[in-house]
């Protein structure tokens, strides 16, 4: 199947995105188009400025379509935010053949049903997710047809958010103009990107650890079984720093893109490290100790609360594969040893897997979501011409009136 390029769009609180990509005959993705700037107008992920944010998105446009040789017109957008919560709903019907034999029907209507869950006004839905079937709620199957029962029952994963938040961030790619054609959530395009099936068959948890927010998703016995986002990540990491060693932003972030680790180092007490000044002038230096400590307590604090998480949903025991992290905060030293630590668990650094075309991204976690939202987009358009209308339809509806 001969499909157009794929345009994916991530308006991240550090960078807004563009990657442009194709299909190739064996399977991988081929990279054709990049474009990148530094994110201005957008705070954990959200749109505090719509001018600035549209400038932003057209200067990552104008690049991704000189590189690719491109007119893009419509993208696939990827979004996240603290606002974003997941939940399991369970749909049941009863089987009404008279020999009790399940079909392909009555799975749609299970489904259905467990889509059917109550909102309040202000949500919509991003995501439904099918995690397993029931047959006379016992029996769990992954597949029930040609199986007989009384009742099947349908565990369904909820992803929703602010509808408000959802839209300004459509607004933003509607001003520019493009059209959106859908959105996906960035922790699921992350996992897309960086997990092979047999990570998701044994259980794994992905955290993209982002500017502004951190994204995590989690697989359990093959299916996807809780997902979130905390509105925390590696500029909080920054603002730390620069609040407790006395330093502007932009030093903070260069002293802990040189020298921060997540791991605090007692040995490294009375060891100091150079600032590169904003302004000129002498030499100024702060101490390493200090820094790594501010850095440790951050992202230990934004590790236990995903960790809480999976407690609370009883899924820690399922990470038989561990933890994969990406994003651009996977690039801060020994973050993979304080997650496996924290997490009793092998932690491994995730990046897009089976991408050609760009250097970058193949051996980029911070490319992990853009790069993932570009295959979601091509199976989306693999599928039958009535479900992907039926995928349109639901982007529509979340988001109608412009």
């Known amino acids: 199947m001969n499909l157009p390029p794929v345009v994916a769009l991530e308006i991240g609180t550090s960078k807004v995105r563009v990657l442009v990509g194709e299909t190739r005959e064996d399977g991988q993705i081929m990279i054709t188009g990049l474009g990148e700037v530094p994110s201005r107008g957008i705070r954990k992920a959200e749109v505090v400025d719509l001018e600035m944010a549209v400038a932003c998105v057209k200067s990552a446009l104008r690049a991704a379509e000189e590189s690719s040789q491109v007119s893009i017109s419509e993208v696939h957008l990827v979004v996240t935010g603290g606002h974003i919560e997941a939940l399991v709903n369970r ?19 299970a489904m ?7 909102l309040a006004n202000d949500r ?11 047959i006379d709620e016992h029996h769990s199957v992954l597949n029930p047809e040609g199986m007989e029962g009384a009742k099947l029952s349908v565990d369904m994963l909820i992803l929703h958010g602010l509808r408000g938040r959802l839209r300004n961030t459509v607004k933003v790619v509607r001003s520019v103009p493009l059209e959106v054609y859908d959105v996906a959530f960035g922790g ?61 932003l932009s030093e903070a972030e260069q002293v802990k893109e040189l020298y921060g680790s997540a791991q605090a180092d007692y040995s490294l007490r009375g060891q100091k490290v150079a600032v590169p000044s904003d302004v000129g002038g002498g030499d100024r230096f702060v101490s390493l100790h200090d820094l790594r400590t501010i850095a440790h307590l951050r992202v230990e604090e934004i590790l236990c609360m995903i960790r809480d998480e999976l407690v609370q949903q009883d899924l820690l025991h399922h990470l038989g594969a561990g933890i994969v992290i990406c994003g651009g905060g996977a690039r801060l030293s020994d973050i993979d040893r304080l997650t496996g630590r924290l997490f009793d668990t092998v932690c491994r650094i995730g990046k897009p897997r089976q991408f050609s075309g760009s250097a970058a991204v193949s051996s980029g976690p911070e490319y ?10 091509i199976s989306a358009m693999q599928r039958s ?13 979340i988001f109608k009136g412009r």
């Open 112 to 118: 259905d049903t467990a889509r059917a869950c109550s």
């Open 368 to 377: 992990a979501a853009t790069a993932g939202m570009v295959r979601y987009a």
């Open 385 to 397: 011409a009535q479900s992907a209308g039926s995928l349109r339809d639901m982007f529509r509806a």
């Open 188 to 248: 699921l395009c992350s996992a897309l990107a960086v997990l092979s099936p047999t990570l998701k068959e044994r259980g794994v948890l992905v955290i993209d650890f982002g500017g502004g927010t951190t994204d995590y998703l989690v697989y359990a016995q093959g299916s996807i079984a809780w997902a979130g986002s905390l509105a925390l990540g590696g500029d909080h990491v920054t603002n730390d720093i620069a609040t407790g060693l006395g330093l502007t």
């Open 124 to 134: 919509a839905v991003m995501h439904t997710i099918t995690q397993r079937y029931l």
């Open 91 to 109: 749909g049941g019907i009863p089987v009404l053949q008279p020999d009790r034999e399940i079909t392909d029907e009555d799975m749609e209507h």
